[in-house]
DNA sequence: AATGATTACAACCGCCTCACG
DNA sequence: TCGTGAGGCGGTTGTAATCAT
């Protein structure tokens, strides 16, 4: 089925929303809400469609939304985010609150892959045998995956990065990134992520290996997938029991109600994918899903 | 100061999914 | 079951701002 794009329609218009639209959409939205997007341009006396309107207030115009750069710890979130989920941008950004996916989208794209590209083509970095990137952080032992395969991320447009020079204000790129130079791009050490509980119960046995996560294959999807099952809740009881015996009980409530657990499979997948990271354990811990 | 290159980000486009009749 | 409309998502583009030469 093929449809004409809604903002094909005569009369609307296009391009850099004004404030006095900008004032018009809020104030329509704040009185009446949205709940119909197509309806509201119309309602609303804006000679927008509705699709605009809804990227507008979505991305620009909510009130709860945080301008501003992004911090070094959202920048890290994003990119363990985007290692475990790929481009799933909606889901990234509804784990960073106050950020649109728009908005982690340009970053990453602006920012954060050009720099993991920048690191990952240098010769003579260490890596996998799989060719995954890893980025050493600040504290020398804290190792964060960059790029996973299953991922299915961003790098494949083949854009060389720009042989720009630096410039003040700027985040350096030198062929073996300082300790600080990495730090721009991961500098988390004191807050309450992911990584630091890997930190935590994981970092004292990696200390000097690149490999700071478990490797993970396809296989983990692969099995997951095929069971087939995308209704049914994943239980606690569909993983391996020397991996539950891995995984303090505490730490299932908590993720369970960080990812409104077994709602569907894909967030079951995420669930337990993190609490895999989480408990660094060993890939073959987890073999089957219910 | 002029100009071309690069970056940052708002906005658009097309496709997909889902609800509903 | 199928067609349709609407919302949502990810990829891409347009352009203003910034920087280097």
Same mark, same amino acid.
């Given at each position: 089925?093929?449809?004409?794009?809604c903002c094909d329609?005569?009369?609307?218009?296009?391009?850099?929303w004004?404030?006095?639209?900008?004032?018009?959409?809020?104030?329509y939205?704040?009185?009446?809400?949205?709940a119909?997007?197509?309806a509201?341009?119309r309602?609303?006396?804006?000679s927008?469609?509705?699709?605009s309107c809804?990227l507008?207030?979505?991305?620009?115009l909510?009130p709860d939304i945080?301008?501003?750069?992004f911090t070094?710890?959202?920048e890290?979130?994003?990119i363990?985010?985007?290692e475990?989920?790929?481009?799933r941008?909606?889901?990234?950004?509804?784990?960073?609150?106050g950020r649109?996916?728009?908005?982690?989208?340009? !970053?990453?794209h602006?920012?954060?892959?050009?720099?993991?590209?920048?690191?990952?083509t240098?010769p003579?970095t260490?890596q996998?045998t799989k060719?995954?990137?890893k980025?050493k952080?600040e504290?020398?032992?804290n190792?964060v995956?960059?790029?996973?395969?299953?991922g299915n991320?961003?790098s494949?447009?083949?854009?060389d990065?720009?042989a720009r020079?630096?410039?003040?204000?700027q985040?350096?790129m030198s062929?073996?990134?300082?300790?600080s130079?990495?730090?721009?791009?991961?500098?988390a050490?004191?807050?309450?992520?992911?990584?630091?509980v890997?930190n935590?119960d !994981?970092k004292?046995?990696n200390?000097?290996?690149?490999?700071?996560?478990?490797?993970?294959d396809?296989s983990?999807?692969?099995?997951?997938?095929?069971?087939?099952?995308s209704?049914?809740?994943?239980?606690?009881?569909?993983v391996?029991d020397?991996?539950?015996s891995? !995984?303090?009980?505490?730490? !299932?409530?908590a993720?369970?109600?960080d990812?409104?657990?077994?709602q569907?499979?894909?967030d079951?997948?995420e669930f337990?994918?993190?609490?895999?990271i989480?408990?660094g354990g060993?890939?073959?811990?987890?073999?089957?899903?219910?």
């Amino acid at each position: 089925m093929v449809r004409a794009p809604c903002c094909d329609k005569m009369g609307m218009k296009k391009g850099p929303w004004t404030p006095q639209e900008d004032q018009i959409l809020i104030s329509y939205v704040q009185k009446y809400g949205h709940a119909n997007w197509r309806a509201l341009p119309r309602q609303a006396g804006l000679s927008r469609c509705g699709k605009s309107c809804r990227l507008r207030w979505i991305n620009y115009l909510r009130p709860d939304i945080k301008r501003g750069n992004f911090t070094s710890e959202e920048e890290e979130t994003i990119i363990n985010l985007h290692e475990m989920l790929g481009n799933r941008w909606s889901a990234i950004a509804a784990r960073l609150p106050g950020r649109t996916d728009n908005e982690i989208k340009n !970053v990453w794209h602006t920012h954060l892959k050009k720099r993991l590209k920048q690191y990952q083509t240098k010769p003579g970095t260490k890596q996998n045998t799989k060719s995954k990137p890893k980025i050493k952080c600040e504290s020398s032992d804290n190792i964060v995956p960059i790029q996973s395969e299953f991922g299915n991320s961003s790098s494949s447009t083949g854009n060389d990065i720009p042989a720009r020079t630096e410039t003040p204000g700027q985040t350096p790129m030198s062929p073996q990134p300082s300790s600080s130079e990495i730090s721009s791009i991961t500098n988390a050490t004191t807050t309450t992520t992911d990584r630091e509980v890997n930190n935590t119960d !994981v970092k004292a046995e990696n200390m000097d290996s690149w490999e700071y996560f478990p490797e993970i294959d396809e296989s983990f999807w692969s099995d997951a997938m095929s069971s087939d099952n995308s209704s049914a809740p994943l239980t606690f009881e569909g993983v391996s029991d020397e991996f539950q015996s891995q !995984v303090p009980s505490s730490s !299932v409530d908590a993720m369970e109600t960080d990812y409104g657990y077994g709602q569907n499979l894909d967030d079951a997948m995420e669930f337990w994918y993190d609490l895999f990271i989480k408990a660094g354990g060993e890939q073959e811990l987890i073999t089957e899903f219910h």
